[in-house]
C-alpha cells in the first residue's frame, strides 16, 4: 500500500473523531429540543477566541483556559436557548431556523467588530509522530484521543444516569414526561449546557489545528450539518459513521486530488447518498 | 383524599368537561364510566397536570393542585398510566421503570421499588432489558402500571387499561389492577368495560357529555337502569 495514502487514511480517521464530536453535539441537541443550532460552528469559534485571549495573550496555562472555554460556551449555550430557543419552541421550524441563523451572522459580525478579520494562532506548536515515513501531529493525536474519550462520556451519561435516560427518553413521548416526574424545561437546558460544553471541547481540540478568525465556522460548520443529515439527523451513532465516511472522503480525495476538490467530492458523495437514502444512513 | 369540585376543561376550542365534582377517599378504588368522548380523559389528564383547567377546583389530601405543572403532581403522589399506555419505546423495560423513578425521593429507593414491582409482575423481570415497543399488548400495560408504581404514588390514575387488548388480556388486566388495590393503593380508573370495571370498584360515576350523570356504589350503578340499558346491555 503507497505509505502516503496509508498516511492521509490515518489522519482521516483522526479528522473522522474531530467531527463526529462536532456532530454529536448538534445532533443532541436535535434529538432531545427538536430545533437546529444552525450557529453550532459559531459558538465553537467563541469558545476558540477565548482561549486564544486567555492563552495567547493573557498567559493563562492552556489546560485552565480549554475548561473556561468549555465552560463558556456551556454557558451560551444555556443563554442561546433560554433567550432564542425557548420562545419560540413551539413555532415553525423554518422560524427556528432563522432566529439561530440571525445568532450565526450575529456572531461573526460581532467577532469581526471585536477582533477584525485577523488570523490568529493559540501560538502552540505540537511536533509530529514518526513512524517511519508516516507523518502524524500529536495535535491531531490528541483531538482524536479526546474527542474519543468526550463521546464515550456523553455515551456513558446518556446509558447509565437517571438525567440521561430522561434525555434519551423525551424525544420518544415529549409530553408524558411531566407525569414521569420529569421538568421539561430544565432537561432542555440542560442539554443545552451539554451541547455548548462539547463546542467549546471542540474548541479546544481545533484551537491547536487552526487559526482562529471570525469566519472559521465556516470551514466546519456546514459540513458538520452534512455529517448529521447524512447519519440521520438526532441519531448519534448514525452521526459518528457519517463522521468517519466523510472524514476519509476528504483524507483520501485530498491526497488523490487536492484538499480543494476533497470537499467538493465530499460534497458530491453527500449528494448522492442523500438522493438514494433521503432519511440518512440510520435515520428512520 | 382527591376531592374534584365544580371543574369545567377544554379539549382544544371545545368544552369536554362541565362542573365536574367527584371524590376518592383513600383506600377506595374508583371509576368513572362513560362513551367514548364523554370526557374521561380529560379528566385524567386534569387532574395529573397535564391539561390545565378552565375553573373549578382540585385537591388532593387537603392541598389545592391549582397552577402546579405534571412534574409537581406526580410529587405530590399522584401516578397516572396514560391512555394507550404510552411507554418509551426504544428504551428497555427496566429503563422505563427508572423514569418512573426519576423524582429524587423514588431514586434513593429504586432498587427496592424495582425489586417490589418485579415481584408484583415477573414477567418484568423476564423481559427487563427489552425494548418496550417489542412487548406484547398486555405486557405493555404491566409495565405501564409498573412503570406508575415506581414513584410510590398514593393515588393511582389508570386511563382505560384495558383497551386495544384482546377479550384474554383484558382479563389478565383486570386481574391485575385488582392486586394492585389488594396491596392498597387507592385508584382512580376509566373504562368503558363497563362489565367488568363495576366487578372491580367500590364506587363508580358515570360521565356522560362531560357531565356526571350519576355517581353511587358499584351495585347502585349495576341496579340503575341507565346504566343496565346502555352500558351493560341489559
New interface residues.
Given amino acids: 500500500m503507497d505509505i502516503f495514502l496509508l498516511e492521509a487514511v490515518l489522519n482521516g480517521v483522526m479528522f473522522g473523531g474531530l467531527l463526529a464530536l462536532l456532530a454529536l453535539g448538534l445532533n443532541l441537541i436535535f434529538g432531545v429540543i427538536d430545533v437546529v443550532w444552525i450557529c453550532y460552528a459559531e459558538l465553537v469559534m467563541c469558545g476558540m477566541y477565548t482561549i486564544y485571549w486567555l492563552h495567547a495573550v493573557y498567559g493563562v496555562p492552556f489546560p485552565l483556559a480549554a475548561v473556561a472555554a468549555i465552560l463558556l460556551v456551556a454557558l451560551l449555550g444555556v443563554l442561546l436557548h433560554r433567550i432564542i430557543i425557548e420562545p419560540i419552541l413551539g413555532s415553525a421550524p423554518i422560524n427556528q431556523l432563522l432566529a439561530t441563523g440571525g445568532l450565526l451572522f450575529f456572531l461573526q459580525s460581532f467577532a469581526t467588530l471585536l477582533f477584525t478579520t485577523d488570523f490568529r494562532n493559540v501560538g502552540i506548536h505540537l511536533p509530529s509522530l514518526e513512524l517511519g515515513d508516516i507523518n502524524l501531529g500529536y495535535a491531531r493525536i490528541l483531538a482524536f484521543a479526546v474527542a474519543l474519550v468526550g463521546a464515550a462520556a456523553l455515551y456513558l451519561f446518556l446509558a447509565r444516569t ?1 438525567l440521561g ?2 434525555i ?2 423525551i424525544s ?2 415529549r ?10 424545561r430544565r432537561i432542555y437546558l440542560i442539554t443545552s449546557a451539554i451541547g455548548g460544553g462539547l463546542a467549546g471541547l471542540a474548541a479546544c481540540l481545533l484551537v491547536l489545528q487552526y487559526d482562529v478568525h471570525p469566519f472559521v465556522g465556516l470551514s466546519f460548520g456546514p459540513i458538520t450539518f452534512m455529517i448529521c443529515v447524512l447519519g440521520g439527523l438526532g441519531n448519534m451513532i448514525g452521526g459518528v459513521i457519517a463522521a468517519f465516511i466523510m472524514a476519509q472522503i476528504i483524507a483520501i480525495g485530498g491526497y488523490e486530488l487536492s484538499v480543494e476538490y476533497s470537499e467538493v467530492l465530499a460534497f458530491l458523495v453527500f449528494i448522492v447518498l442523500i438522493m438514494v437514502r433521503p432519511q440518512g444512513i440510520l435515520g428512520k | 383524599m382527591l376531592e374534584v369540585t365544580g371543574l369545567s376543561a377544554d379539549y382544544g376550542s371545545f368544552r369536554a368537561l362541565f362542573e365536574v365534582s367527584l371524590g376518592v377517599e383513600a383506600g377506595e378504588t374508583v371509576a368513572v364510566i362513560g362513551p367514548n368522548g364523554a370526557g374521561k380523559t380529560t379528566l385524567m389528564r386534569v387532574i ?3 391539561l390545565p383547567p378552565h375553573s373549578g377546583t382540585l385537591a388532593f389530601e387537603g392541598r389545592s393542585l391549582a397552577g402546579l ?3 409537581r403532581i ?2 405530590a403522589g399522584i ?2 398510566v ?1 391512555e394507550n399506555r ?1 411507554l ?4 428497555t423495560v427496566e ?1 422505563n421503570l ?6 429524587s425521593s ?2 434513593a429507593r429504586f432498587v427496592e421499588r424495582r425489586g417490589w414491582v418485579y415481584a408484583l409482575f415477573p414477567r418484568l423481570e423476564e423481559r427487563r432489558n427489552q425494548l418496550a415497543g417489542t412487548l406484547s399488548g398486555g405486557e405493555q400495560q404491566m409495565c405501564a402500571i409498573a ?2 408504581l415506581m ?1 410510590e404514588p398514593r393515588l393511582l390514575l389508570l386511563d382505560e387499561p384495558s383497551a386495544g387488548l384482546a377479550p384474554l388480556v383484558v382479563q389478565q388486566v383486570f386481574d391485575l389492577v385488582r392486586r394492585i388495590r389488594e396491596e392498597g393503593f387507592t385508584v382512580l380508573i376509566v373504562e368503558q368495560n363497563v362489565r367488568q370495571v363495576l366487578e372491580l370498584v367500590d364506587r363508580a360515576y358515570l360521565l356522560e357529555a362531560g357531565r356526571i350523570a350519576l355517581g353511587g356504589t358499584a351495585d347502585e350503578l349495576k341496579r340503575s337502569d341507565t346504566v343496565r340499558r346502555s352500558y351493560l346491555g341489559l
Wanted: no cysteine.
Fill in positions: 437517571y435516560t430522561a434519551r427518553a420518544q413521548d409530553e408524558i414526561m411531566g407525569l414521569m416526574g420529569v421538568d421539561q | 395529573s397536570g397535564l405543572e405534571a412534574h406526580v410529587e401516578a397516572h396514560p404510552r418509551f419505546p426504544r428504551l429503563e427508572r423514569m418512573g423513578a426519576y423524582m423514588a431514586r412503570r406508575a414513584s
